[in-house]
């Protein structure tokens, strides 16, 4: 007799070698796609819709305070390439910071072709719910909407457009970043959206309570986390008060401050001794600088 062959015993290797080859391509699909949205988060650089309009300073004192506690934007560096967020965008104020490309788009009659101009958020724009979302109230949620100076505005499109169609994106805050602009008049000087210098910590406060400004970040531009240390402490986390203001409760006089700071983006900075010993409320000190 003649023994027949067990064809199940036959065919287990091939089943557990297509088995086996199966879960490896399952796992490997599972990191490679946990690591590329972990490095390269696609949101940052897509071209998404919106609408902006401006606004005209009748008075210079109206560029100076905001959502974002920047203070004099002038004098804060960040010029006139600043923008105004609606509710949607705004975050609550952890958008603070953060910078953004805009161009016109839609409107042949009113757009500036081929330009667009980076500004950075530095100011809430409120809902207005006595007009519905598409009839007026502009910052309304759900619209995605910007408010411009209008020197910056007028970089993109002429400034009877009024309520414009917009392409923006996030983008980095660059050391210094130029807008799609002409030669620099003393004008246009005050729109490139500059980042010069170190981050810069603004201390304010009153005995053991501890604010501090945290403007000019390159980078992402948003700050999440915040990280205070004297010479005499360990690292004390600090929490966010309002727009890029962040608080403490520790007596951290006479002792050199360090900072750590965090973006958005995941990324770290740390600058030791930012701050000398004898610091005072009311100064302001440059630590480093995100590279961008």
Same mark, same amino acid.
């Not at 690591?35 to 210079?60: F, I, N, Q, V």
């Not at 788009?105 to 081929?114: M, S, T, Y």
């Not at 002409?182 to 980042?195: D, G, Q, S």
């Not at 400004?213 to 309002?242: C, F």
């Given at each position: &007799? ?23 391509? &399952? ?18 650089? *897509? ?47 952890? @958008?603070?910071?953060?910078?953004? *490309? ?40 759900? $619209? ?6 209008? *020197? ?23 050391? @210094? ?10 004008? $246009?000087?005050? @729109? ?23 403007? $000019? ?42 900072? *750590? ?11 030791? $001794? ?19």
């Amino acid at each position: &007799m003649t023994a027949t062959p067990n064809l199940n015993l036959l065919q287990a290797p091939t089943f557990f070698l297509l088995l086996f080859q199966l879960l490896f391509a &399952m796992v490997a699909a599972h990191f490679s796609s946990s690591s590329s949205s972990s490095t390269s988060p696609a949101t940052l650089s *897509e071209w998404r819709s919106g609408r902006a309009t401006y606004y005209a300073a009748a008075d210079p004192r109206d560029a100076v305070g905001g959502a974002c506690g920047y203070g004099d934007l002038v004098k804060a560096g960040y010029g006139m390439a600043t923008v105004g967020l609606s509710e949607s965008l705004f975050e609550r104020g952890q @958008i603070c910071g953060a910078c953004f *490309e805009l161009r016109c788009v839609d409107d042949l009659r009113w757009c500036i072709p081929g330009t667009s101009i980076i500004v950075t958020a530095t100011n809430f724009c409120a809902p207005n719910y006595g007009f519905p979302a598409d009839g007026g109230g502009h910052c309304n949620p759900p $619209n995605n909407h910007f408010v411009l100076p209008i *020197e910056s505005f007028e970089k993109i499109a002429i400034w009877k457009a009024a309520n414009m169609p917009v392409h923006y994106r996030r983008v980095a805050c660059r050391m @210094i970043s130029e807008t799609s602009i002409a030669p620099l008049t003393a004008v $246009n000087n005050l @729109i490139k959206c500059r980042k010069e210098g170190g981050v810069r910590f603004t201390l304010d406060g009153s005995g053991i309570f501890l604010s501090v400004l945290i403007g $000019n970040v390159g980078g992402a531009g948003d700050i999440t986390a915040v990280k205070v240390k004297g010479s005499r402490t360990g690292w004390l986390p600090m929490g966010r008060n309002w727009g890029q203001n962040w608080h403490l409760n520790a007596d951290l006089k006479n002792q050199p401050l360090s900072f *750590e700071i965090t973006g958005s983006d995941g990324i770290t900075l740390t600058s030791y $001794n930012v701050a000398p010993k004898g610091w005072d409320f009311g100064q302001s000190f440059e630590g480093k600088q995100f590279e961008s």
